[in-house]
C-alpha cells in the first residue's frame, strides 16, 4: 500500500514537472532568440545618412515602437525560463510531494494502528471467552465421616494455573454479620504451580467441627447448640496459560456459613453475598 501510495504521488508531480519544463524550453528559446537575433530600434547604422533638415516627415498615423522583447515574453521567462524559473517550479513539485506523501504516511500509520488495536481487542476477546473460571464448592468428605471438603473446580475453557491461597473460618453469633474486611490467614504460595484441567475438581481443604474450632470443647458446644455459626472463606490466585506472564493474575473468593447437624454434623450453604469482599470472580 506504501509503494502504491509513493508510486502515483511521484508520477503525479512528475507529469507536472516535464509539463512546466517543456513550457520553460519554449519560453526560453523564444526569450534568446530576441536576445540573439533581433536588433533594437536604432542600432542598425547601414542605411543613408539623414539630417534634420531633408529628414521626411512623419505620418499622419505614426506606429508606436514595439517592445523589446514584448512584455509577456518577459513575464513568462521570469515564471518559467531556465534557470531561475524551472528551479523553483522543481522546488515546489518537490515539496508538494513530500507534503503529500506525509499525509499519506499519516494516514497509512494511522490505519496500522487502528487493525492493530482491532487485532488485539480481537485477541483479549478470545481469551476472555477462552480463559479458566475457578469456582469453589463444599461436598461432603469421603475421608471423614462429619467433615466436608472443599473443592476448586475450573468451569472455564481452558487450564488454570493456581498459584496461591489462603483461608480461614471464624463463629460469630447467629445474628452477627460477617466483618466488612476479610482477614485471611497465612497464604500459601504453591512452590511448583497446580494445573487445573477444565472440569477438573482440585481439593484445596477439608473442614470439622474440630478443625472449625481448633479443638476448642466450649466453642463446639456452644455451635451445637445453635448458639454461634461458623464461617469459611478463602482466595484463590490462579494464572490461564493464554496470557503473558506479566498479565495480572485471576482471583476467587469463596465463603460458606455453617450450620450444626445431627450432633457432630454440619451443614455449609454458598455465602451468596455476590460482588461482595468475601464472593469475588476477577
Excluded at 90 to 111: D, K, S
Excluded at 251 to 268: A, H, N, Y
Aim: proline fraction near 7%.
Amino acid at each position: 500500500m506504501f509503494l502504491g501510495y509513493n508510486f502515483r504521488i511521484m508520477k503525479k508531480y512528475l507529469l507536472g514537472f516535464l509539463f512546466v519544463f517543456l513550457v520553460s524550453v519554449l519560453i526560453t528559446s523564444q526569450y534568446e532568440k530576441y536576445a540573439d537575433d533581433s536588433t533594437a530600434p536604432g542600432q542598425n547604422s547601414s542605411g543613408p545618412t539623414v539630417s534634420p533638415s531633408n529628414s521626411p516627415k512623419p505620418a499622419g498615423n505614426p506606429q508606436q515602437p514595439q517592445d523589446y522583447p514584448p512584455r509577456w515574453l518577459v513575464v513568462f521567462y521570469q515564471l518559467f525560463g531556465w534557470p531561475n524559473g524551472i528551479t523553483v517550479w522543481a522546488l515546489f513539485f518537490t515539496m508538494m510531494a513530500i507534503v503529500e506523501q506525509t499525509r499519506h504516511t499519516a494516514e497509512a500509520a494511522r490505519a496500522a494502528k487502528k487493525s492493530a488495536d482491532a487485532a488485539l481487542l480481537n485477541t483479549q476477546a478470545f481469551i476472555s471467552a477462552e480463559r479458566p473460571w475457578i469456582l469453589v464448592k463444599a461436598e461432603p468428605s469421603k475421608r471423614r465421616q462429619f467433615g466436608w471438603e472443599l473443592i476448586a473446580v475450573n468451569k472455564g475453557r481452558t487450564p488454570a494455573k493456581v498459584v496461591a491461597q489462603a483461608d480461614n473460618c471464624i463463629a460469630l453469633d447467629v445474628m452477627a454479620s460477617l466483618p466488612d474486611i476479610a482477614k485471611y490467614g497465612k497464604t500459601n504460595i504453591y512452590p511448583a504451580p497446580q494445573i487445573i484441567l477444565p472440569d477438573e475438581p482440585f481439593v484445596i481443604g477439608e473442614i470439622t467441627q474440630y478443625s472449625l474450632f481448633k479443638n476448642d470443647q466450649g466453642s463446639i458446644t456452644r455451635f451445637r447448640n445453635v448458639e454461634t455459626q461458623g464461617y469459611v472463606y478463602g482466595s484463590i490466585v490462579y494464572h490461564d496459560l493464554l496470557s503473558p506472564a506479566s498479565a495480572e493474575p485471576h482471583e476467587t473468593r469463596w465463603c460458606f456459613s455453617i450450620l450444626p447437624w445431627q450432633d457432630q454434623g454440619m451443614l455449609l450453604h454458598e455465602h451468596g453475598w455476590g460482588g461482595n469482599e468475601y464472593i469475588r470472580h476477577t
